[in-house]
């Protein structure tokens, strides 16, 4: 009795995400999250198919891993089949089932040991599947979890039909920066403290994604080990596929100074120089650099640029501090809240400034921030929860900086 009141309840909240939510895509995530949470599981895929190839592509995942770069070809493995067939599958040992292909889940670092996988029915078509895979405790799923999961995908179903959720499939993006279970430990008195728990996390070429996440709960950290300000305790770092994790000092001097462009929550302008000199300081660094007066234009500074950091406001000193991360033209910009210190209307300045980059500068643009409703801007947003990644999203329509309330 109490289990059929808990995946009652569960269908209910399923229903009231769908039904009531703003965003349809926002709604689906929420609703795999409440699947997952309900079935205790450790994690869960919604798959999405692109007619175009022919293959499926993964919208939303919880769990530990990233697969936003996998994808399945219709027909093959258990998320192909099940969306071939529109038959579902439970699977209790996905090791010795030839059903379950192991190099989607596995290979990212995720072991799939029981696996449910349910096809996304809508009145005329199949559209992809929902999986969820391994109980926490160990234990297999059974009927009555297959039929919440059923159930869960049918409202899905009918609902993306009835609200027409169009999915832009983004042409495959290169891997820039690759996290591959990553550590960070140290020593804090007598103990050990974990920072970083066995992060897999991929950032790719010209994208813009959103870090979330408590305090304390390690973004910061893993957003450092990118950027070359930290080292990670275990694990790999790959820069375009060469192995960064344990760089000579003179490696990351010269990573820090030709890839990597930093955007700090405190502006760290030097007070004695005007903004374009900031920002010229910034571009003497490198050899192949933008015009410091170019910078500064784009962030739309061009009449405060003999001014210094004292007469500027604090959304200007911002710009300016984004001027000297583009200066570089660096692959790839860490910004770390910044946003945190300034009101809505200077807030959204800045977004529309690093909206800019990402689509007109060809950067990589990842941002740690506490500020949920800065994700909507995103292509992905990464969940972090006690120094591992929880969820995986994929936003099918960013929103323009414009858009944003809180």
């Not at 769990?63 to 969306?83: A, C, K, Q």
């Not at 640029?305 to 200066?327: D, E, H, L, T, Y």
């Not at 947003?381 to 944003?404: C, M, Q, W």
Request: net charge negative.
């Amino acid at each position: 009795m109490a289990e059929e009141k808990r995946f009652t309840k569960a269908t209910w909240r399923i229903m009231e995400q769908l039904y009531e939510a703003d965003s349809l895509d926002e709604a689906l995530s929420r609703c795999l999250e409440i699947i997952v949470d309900t079935l205790n599981s450790e994690a869960g895929a919604v798959w999405y198919l692109d007619k175009n190839t022919n293959r499926l592509i993964p919208l939303f995942f919880t769990g530990p891993v990233d697969i936003s770069g996998m994808t399945v070809e219709r027909g093959s493995g258990m998320e192909g089949m099940v969306t071939e067939t529109g038959e579902s599958v439970i699977i209790e040992d996905a090791a010795a089932d030839k059903r379950y292909d192991p190099s989607v889940l596995n290979d990212k670092g995720l072991k799939a040991r029981s696996v449910i996988c349910v096809p996304l029915n809508t009145l005329h078509d199949i559209i992809g599947c929902v999986q969820i895979v391994n109980k926490k405790d160990g234990s297999l799923y059974d009927g009555e979890e297959l039929k919440l999961c059923e159930h869960m995908a049918s409202l899905a179903a009918i609902t993306i039909e009835e609200k027409g959720l169009l999915v832009e499939v983004k042409e495959e993006k290169e891997v820039l920066a690759e996290l591959k279970n990553v550590t960070k430990k140290f020593q804090s008195g007598d103990g050990v403290s974990h920072v970083l728990n066995g992060v897999n996390l991929e950032i790719y070429k010209n994208e813009f994604v959103v870090i979330l996440g408590e305090s304390g709960c390690g973004k910061t950290t893993m957003m450092n080990i990118v950027g070359g300000m930290d080292d990670l305790t275990e694990g790999m770092l790959l820069i375009e596929g060469k192995d960064f994790s344990h760089p000579t000092d003179a490696e990351l001097t010269a990573y820090r100074r030709k890839y990597v462009g930093f955007i700090f929550q405190s502006y760290n302008l030097m007070p004695n120089l005007t903004a374009l000199e900031n920002v010229q300081f910034i571009a003497e660094l490198v050899k192949d650099h933008m015009k410091p007066e170019e910078a500064i234009e784009k962030v739309g500074l061009k009449d405060k640029a003999n001014s210094f950091p004292g007469q500027m406001s604090g959304g200007q000193q911002q710009r300016v501090s984004i001027a000297r991360a583009i200066v570089k033209k660096p692959k790839l910009i860490l910004a770390d809240e910044p946003t945190a210190a300034l009101d809505y209307n200077t807030s959204i300045e800045v977004l529309k400034v690093i909206e800019d980059i990402v689509k007109n500068q060809g950067s990589t643009v990842m941002m740690v921030t506490h500020n949920q409703e800065i994700a909507k801007m995103a292509d992905r947003v990464v969940k972090v929860r006690d120094g591992r990644i929880a969820s995986v999203k994929t936003n099918t329509h960013p929103l323009h900086a414009e858009e944003l309330v809180w």
